[in-house]
């Protein structure tokens, strides 16, 4: 740490809608180049105002963040990641200075920008454009269906601090703030000192664009010490980092005994597994070198999914260890990322240079045997440079090799005899991110598959078929979960709308339909609806008071509640001949009287479900051209009661979710579908999903 004259340097913090930066001589530690060791920023160290940054969060941000619905705010992500694409050859410039090469710089910047395309696009597709998400289905709690309970998530009170670790500066960023941008929730982003100035000039892409709404982002770049001293029970800590580090934030009196959320994203000793089957002319066994190398190289191996273990049977240690150091010496260059043909860059710090070196000497003295690669660089002075080392082991239980974790291009080769022993080699690891099987044998997969599940947050299971298509042993995709027990955080982040779910609170609501309908802001069966159709049934006749068959209202008219009933239809014997005889649907429960009959579910000849559905939509549809656009087709269809011939069918149709869309001129409605015989026995339920035009000016009118 050092003390300076000049502001100029420090890499800048976010808050309160604003740039800070400390006094001149304030007390900072030095950033600097991996290569060269240029000294090119300072982190400060004092002097930041974390509580005022706490409360605009909380304050202005959850504010700005509640004035939109989940759509809404998925659709500026979209923007957002469009922006930083345009943009982002300047934090590939930062990343090189910080021993990255340009397909580290994929990694890391592309990767995070994707997350934000990911995310925003399944929140459009698999959530409601509102501020409630309903979680699984209803529970009737009472015989009348006067009194029913529910789950739903809404965004946690507070604000979500987003701790991340020094070797994916944008990634690490984006793929926590995403997720909680799309819940409502604002984040105050805490990056670590190494590679806080691409943070930082990732912030300052953001702000720059005008798309976030105020206190919605913010940046503390330096000490933050006392960070979690501000938050209670309302707020929630995501981090990544050491294992170590993640105990000690455990410990803190607001995570412990205050009720903050804490999750916490470690490393871990992950492991790479060859099956026994492969031998050293099959496909596997060239991919599973392949994906060893990859994760040696890509970032330097300073990757939290990173392969450290790499278990196979007795026979390949040998022929595996050649392979990897035969790929590794043609496919590995290092040095300074911005000269032509390297391969690989530098270590993120000298500190991380010396962690690393540490690191194997001390798994050198446990029994590792160093069989490629070196700690030792020509010129050790000139950046923070290491080899890629390969250990030999001997003793494949040995602890410190299943504990010690050198976080840098180094990992260990081990034995094993059966596929058992693999699976127990790789649970000594005490819980890890992600572990790969390669293998062609089906049994092997799911033998070592199911005993290493418990263990781990992924697996990745590799063979022929897959090897040029998978995404990689380290690469965590934003559909699902990243993660693992143990040492490895017991945290989970990303997977798609679960990672925007974990920043929101699920809460049981009980009470009537109506009181469901009124806080989930979707209609519940047994709610107040609005009739139309056969007055027999409840139904207003079309035009009478203004009454619309609900086929025929736009969006800007149609209201969840609105319905309608048809009259009773009797179903003949010549109907159910007809439709067997067209679809060619001749099961014996509709063909055959005695066969039907001796069957215990139902009476005689019974009516296809499919025609029941069918008769269905002919009662429902209105006629004429009108603002729906089309039928995109059924959820949960259950045939409860058999309808037998001269039984009569009748539907209810009440329009139970609207969910307009924020970039066409329609929306999505779900219809609650019941059809009922003459006795108002329920025959089928279902929900239709329709598009409907989102303003009445928009309907074609009620004919052709």
């Known amino acids: 740490m050092t003390e300076t004259t000049t502001a100029a340097d420090f890499v800048p913090s976010f808050v309160r809608g604003d740039w800070w930066t400390p006094a001149p001589g304030a007390w900072a530690t030095p950033i600097r180049d991996t290569s060269t060791g240029e000294e090119i920023a300072l982190v400060p160290s004092e002097g930041l105002p974390i509580a005022a940054a706490v409360d605009h969060a909380r304050g202005a941000g959850r504010e700005r963040l509640g004035e939109l619905t989940i759509h809404q705010r998925a659709l500026r992500l979209k923007e957002l990641a469009l922006h930083l694409n345009e943009r982002k050859a300047e934090l590939y410039e930062l ?22 395309f990911t995310m925003s696009s399944k929140a459009r597709r698999e959530l409601p454009n509102s501020n409630v998400v309903i979680d699984g289905a209803l529970e009737p709690l009472s015989k009348d269906g006067s009194f029913s309970g529910e789950h739903i998530y809404t965004r946690i009170p507070g604000i ?29 982003v805490k990056p670590a ?36 001293d501000h938050l209670d029970y309302r707020d929630m800590v995501a981090f990544t980092g050491s294992k170590r580090t993640a105990d000690a934030l455990r410990r803190h009196p607001n995570v412990q005994e205050g009720g903050v959320r804490f999750t916490a994203e470690a490393d871990s000793l992950n492991a790479a597994i060859l099956g026994p089957d492969v031998t050293t002319e099959a496909p596997e066994f060239a991919a599973f070198v392949r994906a ?11 990757k939290c999914t990173a392969i450290r273990r790499v278990i196979v049977p007795h026979a390949l240690v040998e022929p595996v260890i050649e392979a990897v150091s035969a790929r590794l010496r043609e496919k590995v260059r290092v040095g300074d990322p911005r000269a032509e043909g390297i391969t690989m860059g530098a270590l993120a710090s000298f500190d991380q ?71 127990e080699l790789a649970a000594l690891g005490a819980g890890s991110l992600v572990a790969t099987v390669c293998t062609f044998d089906m049994e092997v997969a799911g033998t070592i598959g199911r005993a290493i599940a418990g263990h781990h947050g992924r697996i990745h299971l590799l063979n022929r078929e897959n090897a040029r298509t ?118 014996y429960a509709h063909t055959e009287p005695a066969a039907a009959e001796a069957n215990p579910f139902f009476p005689g000849i019974v009516a296809h479900g499919y025609l029941l559905v ?5 009662e429902f549809v209105a006629p004429g051209r009108s603002a729906v656009l089309a039928n995109y087709g059924l959820e949960h269809l259950r045939f409860l009661t058999p309808v037998a011939v001269d039984d009569s069918l009748r539907v209810e149709l009440t329009a139970k979710r609207i969910t ?13 579908a019941v059809l009922y015989n003459q006795h108002d026995e329920m025959v089928a339920t279902y929900d239709v999903l329709t598009l409907v035009g989102k303003r009445e000016e928009q309907s074609l009118g009620g004919g052709e």
């Open 193 to 228: 000192t190494p590679t806080s100035n691409i943070t930082a000039a990732c912030v300052r892409l953001i702000v720059e664009s005008g798309i976030l709404p105020d206190g919605a982002l913010q940046l503390i770049a330096g000490s933050a010490r006392d960070l979690l």
């Open 470 to 587: 998978s995404t990689g042993h380290g690469s965590p995709m934003p559909h699902l979960v990243h993660g693992g027990p143990g040492r490895a955080g017991g945290g989970e982040e990303l997977g798609g709308v679960r990672g925007i779910l974990h920043c929101m609170q699920r809460t049981a609501v009980q009470g009537t339909p109506d009181l469901l309908t009124a806080v989930t802001g979707v209609w519940h069966r047994g709610a107040a609806q609005r009739r139309v159709g056969a007055p027999e049934f409840g139904g207003a006749p079309e035009g009478e008071g203004g009454a619309a068959h609900p086929f025929r209202k736009a969006l800007d008219a149609l209201r969840i509640g609105d319905a309608f009933v048809s009259p009773l239809r009797r179903v003949r014997a010549e109907d159910i001949a007809e439709f067997a005889r067209t679809t060619g649907d001749v099961f």
């Open 660 to 672: 307009p869309r924020e970039t066409d001129d329609y929306g999505e409605v779900v219809w609650d």
């Open 614 to 618: 069918s008769w269905a939509a002919g």
């Open 353 to 423: 240079l010396a962690d690393v070196r540490a690191a194997v000497d001390s798994l050198v003295e446990a029994g590792g045997r160093v069989a490629y690669g070196s700690t030792d660089w020509p010129d050790a002075t000139a950046g923070a440079f290491i080899e890629p080392v390969v250990l030999r082991w001997d003793d494949n239980r040995a602890e410190a090799l299943h504990a010690t974790e050198a976080f840098g291009p180094v990992t260990s080769v081990l034995g094993y005899d059966t596929p058992q022993e693999a699976a």
């Open 160 to 188: 979500a601090v987003e701790i991340n670790a020094f070797n994916f500066p944008v990634w690490g960023m984006l793929e926590k703030f995403a997720p909680a941008f799309i819940a409502g929730v604002p984040s105050i």
């Open 292 to 302: 060893v190398v990859t994760e040696m190289q890509v970032k330097a191996g300073q």
């Open 95 to 116: 990343s090189q200075r910080n021993g990255a090469t340009k397909g580290d710089c994929f990694f890391d910047v592309d990767g995070g920008i994707g997350v934000l």
